[in-house]
Structures are given as structure tokens and as C-alpha cells.
């Protein structure tokens, strides 16, 4: 394969290969190499389409495998369920899993320092291609169109992340070493503009088409929904409202699709998903969340969390399994079922699906006061969980009607259950009482202490560590 060469990074003027080695382990920051003298910054070359594409190929891996967005350990899905009332860690008081359940994180966790640092290493590798891409002499300008507007997208969904998980960061655009390492911290609303104006490009450059029929790569729907999701973090109703609507009317995707076959690989719930790394592989979520038996410390659900359902929700009977051992029940998610290798992959890993524009379009319909709209957008998931529909709610109630099934529809994805109490500011009233480390830390997480040392510029800490 061809390669692009990278002139930005520690000590040594590097290819393809050893960019992402870097990427995938992670072991230093951007921020905190040494440039050699007389090195040049901030240029790539891309030769053609291939090396671009293979560029874009490895940022997914990297999140899929180690990233926030990956479906094991290290990744948000299942250490923010744990922060919240959704699941809870039984066992060990010495682990990151425990501490993020008891809101005793501190600056050192590894694994913050992982969501801060792949985060950063693909967005390292985007501004590679938005730098290269258009510098390229080879390149077809319409062919380079899409793996320009994913590097945008991925961009802006990086920072998006960051910013609600640390508040005020950098929004890094560079690849140029000596600007990085002094990078400064920017106020939440200042990158989400950046964030708005990246996506916005995206939108630009991808095209509705799908790469393959296998949904591994966005289109432009994809952004359109990461847009709906950003513009409602805002309250930007009516821009969340349009957008998500957007999605929604496209044939391209199907809502009514058996509550039991929603997360297979075919399912055209699908927006954007993760394909595993070999063939007949399944999804980490899998075998992060499947418990077999029960040792001395293991990851289950609130019980509280599993009354919740209403009775005859399909949700509970289709994606909550348990197991019994010694007298004690344990409830866990089976959205994937697939905990080993099969003849073929029958899974591949959600990051972006239907259900959740319904529930934004909807919340945007009843921030708007178009209670109609958002009745039709919640009765449209309940009635493909089994449950009746609601005729009518005053404004009142649609706040603790939407709330719950977000919790319902989107447990154990991505942090949603986290993002959504803090941002209706609900955070305390739901975990402080079953949460003993409760205080005013709990609302971001501390930045990595090394990155503090590495650029004071990222100072002071959050609040509380």
C-alpha cells in the first residue's frame, strides 16, 4: 500500500504505519513530544484515495477498540452507565469501573486519561486529512469529497465528546506541533460553535449514498443526526427539530423492524455502525456486557433501573437477560447477544440509529410546545416496544414521559443517560442519593493530570478534583 508521510510528530519523520502505531497504542500525547530541529509541521500528502481511505479506516478502529466510543471497557458506553442509576459495579472498590459507580474519580484514572488521549490521536489524524487531502496534486477533487467531509465529521464528533465529558477544552485544528503544545481551553459554547461549523462542512462534502451497503462509513444522514444531537445539547429546537426530521423522512432507514433483530448488522435502524475487526467476530458490547456466571465482581443493572418498565415493554423482555447464582440475581443487557465468534458476524456495533431521532425530534417538538408532534414521535416507539399509545399530556408531563423513554430506548449507549440528566439538570436530584461520592465534581470529569503537566494552558482543573 501506498503511503502519506506526517511530518508533525515525535522525533522521527513518520509513514503511514507508524502514525497509527501511535495512534492504536496511545502511548504519548500530541502534546507532549519533542519536535526534532528543522522538522517541518502541520503537512501530509496523500498519493491516493486508498491511503486517505486507510487513514479514516484506522481512526474507526482505534475508537471502536480502545476509543470512548468503543463497546468494551475502555470505552463511554459502559463506564457512564455506571455513573449514573442505569448499572452499578459489585466487587472490587479498587478498580476505574468502581470508581466511576461511587463518583470517586480523581485526575490519575487510566481511563480518563484514555478518553482524553485517543480522542485527541484521532483528531490528530483528521487534521492530517484535512490538511492533506486538499494538498494533494493526485487526488480526484470529487472522489477526496467524502474522506475530507468524514475528517470534519469525525472532528467535530471527537470535540463534541470531550466537551461534555470536560467541559472547557482545546478544539484542536493542527497538525503543528508547536502550536499544540501551547494549546488554550475554549468555553463550551465556543466549541460548540466549532463543533456546529465542522459538521456543517461535512454535510457539504458527504454525499446520501452509503460507501457500502454495510453502513461502516456515515453518509450524510449520519451527520445530519450527529447535527440533530448537537443542536438539541444547545437548545436549538427548532434547528434540532428540522434536522432530525431530515433523517427521519429518508427511505433509507425503518423504525418497524421486531425489537429482537434491531441491533443485527442488516437492520435498517442502522445510521452508522462499527464492523468488527475479523471476520466472524461480534461486537465488544457483547462481551462486555453478557454475564454467564458471577464472580467477585462483576457489572449488572440497578434493580430499581429493571422496575422501571412499564409492563409488556419489549425492551425489558428483548434486551435485559439475567443469571442466577447462589441466591443472587444479576441483570444484564443483551441489545447484542452475541458474546463469542460466529460462522459469520451477525452483529455490528450501533453508533448511531434511528430511535434516538424520534426522541429528539420529539423533545424539540415539546420545547417548541407542538405537543401533537412529540405524542406522534414517542408513540411511535412505543408502539414498537408493545405499548399502548398516549392520547394526550400536558407539557408537564411530556418532561417525565421523554425522559424516561430516552432511559428505556437508550441505556448502556454512549453515555446518554449521563448527558441527558446533566444537561436537564437532574444530575443531583436522581444521583446524589445513591451515589456516595456525590459532589460538586460529579458534573465533568478531571482532566488527566498528565495533560496539566505536559500545558499549563489547560489550567485550572474542573471544579472539585
Not at 429546537?237 to 429482537?260: C, F, H, M, R, T
Not at 399509545?389 to 425522559?403: F, S, V
Request: charged content about 20%; some cysteine.
Amino acid at each position: 500500500m501506498k503511503r502519506f508521510l506526517i511530518y508533525t510528530h515525535p522525533k522521527l519523520l513518520l509513514g503511514l504505519g507508524v502514525l497509527l502505531n501511535l495512534i492504536f497504542t496511545g502511548c504519548e500525547s500530541f502534546i507532549e513530544v519533542d519536535l526534532p530541529p528543522g522538522q517541518l509541521t502541520g503537512e501530509a500528502v496523500f498519493t491516493d484515495l486508498r491511503t486517505a481511505e486507510a487513514a479514516l479506516t484506522d481512526i474507526y478502529a482505534l475508537q471502536r477498540d480502545q476509543g470512548i466510543l468503543s463497546g468494551g471497557r475502555s470505552g463511554i458506553a459502559s463506564n457512564l452507565a455506571l455513573y449514573t442509576d442505569v448499572y452499578e459495579q459489585i466487587g472490587s472498590q479498587s478498580s476505574d469501573p468502581y470508581f466511576f459507580y461511587t463518583h470517586t474519580l480523581n485526575p490519575d484514572t487510566q481511563t480518563l486519561s484514555n478518553f482524553w488521549n485517543t480522542s485527541f490521536n484521532s483528531i490528530y489524524a483528521a487534521n492530517a486529512l484535512i490538511k492533506g487531502i486538499p494538498a494533494s496534486l493526485t487526488l480526484d477533487v470529487t472522489q477526496a469529497q467524502r474522506p475530507l467531509g468524514e475528517a470534519y465529521f469525525i472532528r467535530g464528533l471527537m470535540h463534541f465528546y470531550l466537551t461534555n465529558l470536560f467541559g472547557a477544552i482545546p478544539y484542536v485544528t493542527t497538525t503543528d506541533y508547536l502550536v499544540n503544545q501551547k494549546v488554550s481551553k475554549l468555553s463550551v459554547e465556543e466549541i460548540y460553535t466549532k463543533v456546529t461549523e465542522d459538521l456543517l462542512e461535512a454535510e457539504r462534502l458527504i454525499p446520501e449514498v452509503y460507501s457500502s451497503t454495510e453502513r461502516i462509513r456515515p453518509n450524510v444522514f449520519a451527520v445530519k443526526a450527529l447535527l440533530a444531537r448537537v443542536y438539541l445539547y444547545q437548545g436549538e429546537w427548532q434547528k434540532a427539530y428540522d434536522k432530525a426530521g431530515e433523517v427521519l423522512e429518508s427511505e433509507l432507514y425503518s423504525l418497524n423492524i421486531p425489537i429482537d433483530q434491531l441491533f443485527l448488522k442488516e437492520s435498517k435502524n442502522t445510521i452508522w455502525q462499527f464492523k468488527p475487526e475479523n471476520p466472524g467476530e461480534n461486537t465488544l458490547e457483547g462481551r462486555n456486557y453478557i454475564l454467564r456466571v458471577l464472580g467477585s465482581q462483576y457489572a449488572a443493572f440497578n434493580p430499581d433501573f429493571v422496575s422501571s418498565f412499564e409492563p409488556g415493554d419489549l425492551r425489558k423482555e428483548s434486551w435485559i437477560d439475567s443469571v442466577t447464582e447462589n441466591g443472587t440475581t444479576a441483570y444484564f443487557p443483551i441489545k447484542y447477544r452475541e458474546e463469542l465468534a460466529t460462522a459469520s458476524s451477525l452483529e455490528y456495533s450501533k453508533v448511531l440509529r434511528l430511535g434516538e431521532l424520534y426522541l429528539i425530534r420529539a423533545e424539540a417538538a415539546w420545547r417548541l410546545n407542538r405537543i401533537t408532534q412529540a405524542l406522534a414521535d414517542l408513540n411511535a416507539l412505543r408502539q414498537r416496544a408493545g405499548l399502548s399509545t398516549l392520547e394526550a399530556a400536558t407539557p408537564e408531563e411530556l418532561e417525565d414521559l421523554i425522559l424516561s423513554e430516552r432511559r428505556a430506548e437508550l441505556f448502556t449507549e454512549f453515555g446518554h443517560r449521563w448527558f441527558d440528566l446533566n444537561r436537564w439538570n437532574k444530575a443531583e436530584e436522581v444521583l446524589k442519593p445513591i451515589k456516595p461520592g456525590w459532589g460538586m465534581q460529579s458534573y465533568l470529569l478531571p482532566i488527566p493530570e498528565t495533560e496539566l503537566g505536559a500545558n499549563p494552558n489547560l489550567l485550572p482543573q474542573n471544579p472539585g478534583y
